[in-house]
């Protein structure tokens, strides 16, 4: 994944299950380097390599196997890169004669921008509306109609490199000041490629298809580099999905800006103009909880509480809402959401596994079992619900049966501590089980 601009990383695939590298190239350091997901690597702990990494570097994105997370039917994708329909929509009807591609370029508005931003735009969270998914998107449409991006509302007074190009251009006088008229394609064509030696002469043509030739006679006499001081590239930006160049297109680009002084609360607001229901809300506060922000995790819980009524069968709102009340201690509410779930046909290993921790705290070790097996023959990759079958097993007095939970485990992921520490455990102290690990989410 990566053309290899500023680095790429690769995926493999273990028996459908697909992973990834925990080794990058990084073009900055021409060399390889452990990515940075493994900031003090005392484990090589694989990574899944969820839908979500696919669906902006890859196209015809198959489904994972229900109730998996990261194993594949066939091939995970069925072409490489950002292909054709990702902007032009469905070519079937054009190939047979009927109808003619979305031209992004005769879009307006939200639709034109969602062309793009469906990519571009990482945010701080991402939920998908009720009922529907990103991968449901073509574009047309209104991205807002299948998903909210968030990000916080105080985004890009923390400099260059904190947010994304999307957010950074939101803020820049050209685009709040031209009605509507400035999108990403002003600038960029995605057809053209802009060798080195051309680029100041072709972005200074785009800033002069707005501000007047007779203008810029007159500012910065022999500097014709527009963007080299107004959108000045950052030195060192860290990680891959940040922006370089600085889209905030500022009068004095140079100039630092200030942070807020005594930081208030940030606050998530979704991207755009389209509104959060507080389900929306609530989803995209629990996904920044799992980051350890304590603030973020109180407004889930009381978001999602009062979405709850609404949404009696949602999923995403029972499991999340289910976590959040396990972490706080609170078992019983926490054991009637994820149930709520799964009777809704959800899989999700992790309310599977989280609901079989509740279950063998009780005591209910028969109940938990049943749920560690289900979610670890979907999952075999999934190292945590391994141990926990394991410990269950042991538990159980299953110790044959929990040594080869923990050795299949180890199958993918030879390095997993905690499995490592258990197996040796249990080889030389086999009457003594370790207990099952706390709830964790994904
Ligand atoms: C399906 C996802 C997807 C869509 C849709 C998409 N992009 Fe991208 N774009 C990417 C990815 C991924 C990269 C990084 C490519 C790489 O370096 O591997 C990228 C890179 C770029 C770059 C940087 C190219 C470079 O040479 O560094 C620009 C500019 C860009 N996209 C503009 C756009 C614009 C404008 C649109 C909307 C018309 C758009 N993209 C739509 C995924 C997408
Ligand atoms: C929301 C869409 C999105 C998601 C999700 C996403 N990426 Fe990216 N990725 C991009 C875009 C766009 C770029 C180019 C960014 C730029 O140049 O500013 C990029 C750049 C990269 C690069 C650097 C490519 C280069 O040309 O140097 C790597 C490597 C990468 N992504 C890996 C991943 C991995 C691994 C995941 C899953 C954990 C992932 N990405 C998830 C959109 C995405
Ligand atoms: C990242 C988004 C993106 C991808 C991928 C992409 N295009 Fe485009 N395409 C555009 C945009 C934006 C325009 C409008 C450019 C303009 O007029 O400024 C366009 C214009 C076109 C046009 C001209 C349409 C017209 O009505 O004049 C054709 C033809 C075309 N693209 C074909 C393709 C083909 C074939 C592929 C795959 C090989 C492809 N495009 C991939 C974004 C994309
Ligand atoms: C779609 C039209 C459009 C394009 C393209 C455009 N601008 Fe602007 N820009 C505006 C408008 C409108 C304003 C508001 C002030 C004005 O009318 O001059 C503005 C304001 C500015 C400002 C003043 C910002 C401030 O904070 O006061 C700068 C600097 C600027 N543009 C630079 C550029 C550069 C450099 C480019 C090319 C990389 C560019 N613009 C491309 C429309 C555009
Ligand atoms: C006013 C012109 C302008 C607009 C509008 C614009 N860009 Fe850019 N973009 C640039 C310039 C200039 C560069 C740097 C190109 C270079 O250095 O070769 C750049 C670079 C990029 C890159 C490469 C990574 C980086 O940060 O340098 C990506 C990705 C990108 N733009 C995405 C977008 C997206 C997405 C949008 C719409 C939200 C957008 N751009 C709108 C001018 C623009
Ligand atoms: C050598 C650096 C430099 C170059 C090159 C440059 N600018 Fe500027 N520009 C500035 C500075 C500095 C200011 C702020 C002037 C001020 O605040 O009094 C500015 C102000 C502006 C403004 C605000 C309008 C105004 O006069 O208040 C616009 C618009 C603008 N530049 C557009 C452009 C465009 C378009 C280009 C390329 C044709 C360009 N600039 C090239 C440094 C530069």
């Given amino acids: 994944m990566g053309s290899s601009t500023r680095g790429s990383t690769f995926l493999f695939e273990i028996d459908g299950f697909l992973y990834k590298s925990p080794i990058n190239y990084f073009v900055q350091k021409k060399g390889w380097d452990m990515s940075p997901e493994y900031h003090s690597p005392r484990e090589m702990e694989l990574k899944p390599a969820p839908p979500a990494c696919l669906f902006c570097h890859a196209s015809r994105i198959q489904p994972p196997a229900p109730g998996a997370s990261n194993r594949y039917g066939s091939a995970p994708f069925l072409q490489d890169g950002v292909g054709c329909e990702r902007c032009h929509g469905p070519g079937r009807e054009h190939i047979q004669g009927r109808g003619v591609p979305v031209n992004p370029a005769r879009l307006t508005g939200e639709r034109r921008d969602s062309v793009c931003i469906q990519c571009h735009l990482p945010g701080e ?7 529907k998914t990103l991968e449901m998107y073509r574009p047309g449409d209104l991205l807002s109609d299948y998903a909210l991006t968030f990000v916080y509302d105080d985004a890009g007074h923390g400099g260059l490199g904190a947010i994304s190009q999307v957010e950074a251009l939101a803020l820049s006088q050209c685009l709040r000041r ?11 064509d995605p057809h053209t490629f802009v060798p080195a030696a051309q680029r100041v002469a072709y972005y200074r043509d785009k800033c002069l298809s707005c501000h007047t030739r007779s203008f810029a006679d007159r500012h910065q006499q022999g500097s014709p580099d527009c963007i080299g001081c107004h959108m000045p590239r950052g030195e060192s930006v860290e990680g891959t999905h ?9 009068r004095r680009a140079s100039k630092p800006v200030p942070g807020p002084v005594a930081s208030p609360p940030r606050s998530l607001v979704p991207f755009g103009t389209a509104q959060a229901e507080p389900r929306d809300l609530g989803l995209a506060y629990a996904q920044v909880a799992l980051r350890g922000d304590v603030r973020a995790s109180q407004e889930a819980l009381r978001l999602l509480a009062e979405a709850l009524p609404r949404f009696p069968t949602d999923a995403e709102v029972l499991i999340r809402l289910g976590f959040l009340y396990q972490q ?14 799964l009777r ?14 509740i279950y063998a705290s009780k005591g209910d070790l028969r109940k938990a079992l049943a749920l560690w097996q289900g979610v670890f023959e979907r999952n075999p990759g999934l190292s945590e619900a391994g141990v926990n079958l394991a410990a269950g097993l042991c538990q159980a007095g299953e110790t044959a049966r929990a040594r080869r939970t923990l050795i299949e485990a180890l199958k993918y992921q030879a390095d997993f501590g905690r499995a490592r520490a258990m197996l040796r ?11 099952p690990t706390p709830a964790r989410d994904r």
């Fill in 425 to 435: 455990e249990l080889e030389s102290r086999p009457e003594r089980c370790p207990a």
């Fill in 328 to 341: 706080l201690g609170r078992n019983g509410p926490a054991a009637e959401l994820y149930e709520r779930a």
């Fill in 242 to 250: 940040v922006e370089v160049t600085d889209h905030r297109i500022r």
């Fill in 178 to 188: 031209s009605q509507g008229r400035m999108a990403c394609i002003t600038c960029h």
């Fill in 125 to 131: 969270a991402s939920v998908s509306r009720p009922g």
């Fill in 344 to 357: 809704a046909g959800s899989e999700a290993p992790e309310a599977t596994t989280n609901l079989g921790v």
